[in-house]
Structures are given as C-alpha cells and as structure tokens.
C-alpha cells in the first residue's frame, strides 16, 4: 500500500472547496492553487494555500497538490476517478472531506477563482500562468510563481489577449515592418 504525502491543512481545503464548485482534472487542481494565492495576496495581504509554486514545463503547478493527486488513492477526503474515454483522470471530493480550515474571506477568494477560472482548460491555464510569469525564462525550472501585484494584474483579459498576439509575432515580421534607423539623433528628434 502507498502512503498519501499530506497536504498542508490550507491547500487541501482550497482543493476540496475547488473540487465542491467545478469538475477539474489533475491539470486544473494543481494550477489553480496557484491562482487563488495570486488572488489572495492581491486581496488579503497574504497566501491562502501553503503550496509551493513552482515553475514547470507547461506553468505554474502547486507541487504539493501534484505529488498528492500522483498517491492519493487511500485518501479519506480527495480521489481521482478515471475519465471515460480519455486518458485524463477527474478529482472527486468526498461527502465527508472538511473545507472547514479556510475562513469566511479565504473561502470567498476560492470561490471565486472557481468562477472565474475552473472552466478554463487545462492547456490554456498553463499558458495563462506563463502569461502572468513573463520574468520566468526556464520553464521547468521549478522557479517559484510569481505572486506579486504585477502577476496579479497580468490575470486580466486584457492583458492576456494582448501577451497572446504579441507572442505571435516573429522577429522577421517585426523586421519587415520596421525602419532602418541610421541615426540616433533622427531618430530620436
């Protein structure tokens, strides 16, 4: 029998509470962790979750969730259940599992994370994670994610809309479409 690694008291409430609001896979459960603590530190001052964030191939993954959600078959409160048809497997929270640890305000910001963004697929929300880390340049680094008020406000639509056109322009684009400058001076003047 394999031992579940234990979840900080805080990220398994925030997964429980997730897990209540929306059908996630593996993929949505450990990014969107990440998410409620951008959220929670925007608006509280502070984390939520007690996860590690950190860097990896495809985004921002809170690693604790991912180490638990690869073992956690005997869990008592949190399980995977495969996805017919498909080779993604869905997180299931039990009837009895406890969100109790998460306060009034905390359990708001969860929510509405959920609302926000637990319908985002998977893919898109490893790209939205890397649109809100531009200062990340070795994805599966294990870097920490960022949590600062400029990731926060890297969240908004706008933002993201704009960091996808841009990521889609190539250099010899840029090129054909500039201006050889051939002095400082004029071009500056």
């Known amino acids: 029998m394999t031992t579940t690694p234990d979840l900080p008291p ?6 429980i509470r997730l897990g209540r609001a929306a059908s996630l896979n593996v993929t949505q459960a450990v ?16 984390r939520i ?11 921002v993954v809170a690693s604790e969730a991912w180490h638990y959600m690869t073992k956690c078959e005997d869990s008592t409160s949190l399980h995977l259940e495969p ?8 997180l ?15 359990a708001a910001i969860v929510d509405a994370v959920a609302e926000g963004f637990a ?21 599966g680094s294990n870097q920490p994610g960022g949590l600062t008020e400029d990731a926060y406000e890297r969240l908004d639509g706008d933002y993201q809309a704009m960091a996808e056109a841009v ?14 400058i051939e002095s400082i001076e004029d071009a500056v003047a």
Not at 49 to 59: I, L, Q, R, V
Not at 119 to 138: E, M, S
Request: aromatic share 4%; charged share 30%; net charge negative.
């Open 49 to 59: 979750t007690e996860a590690s964030h950190e860097a990896w191939d495809k985004g």
């Open 83 to 90: 996805v017919p048809f498909s080779e993604e497997k869905k």
């Open 10 to 15: 805080k990220l398994e409430a925030v997964l």
């Open 31 to 46: 990014k969107l962790p990440y998410i409620v603590d951008l959220v929670a530190v925007h608006v509280l001052g502070r």
């Open 92 to 106: 299931v929270v039990d009837a009895e599992a406890d969100d109790g640890a998460l306060t009034p305000d905390e």
């Open 167 to 180: 990521s889609r322009i190539t250099l010899e684009q840029l090129a054909a479409r500039s201006e050889r």
């Open 119 to 139: 319908h985002i697929r998977a893919a898109d929300l490893g790209r939205l994670t890397k649109l809100v880390n531009p200062d990340i340049t070795a994805w």
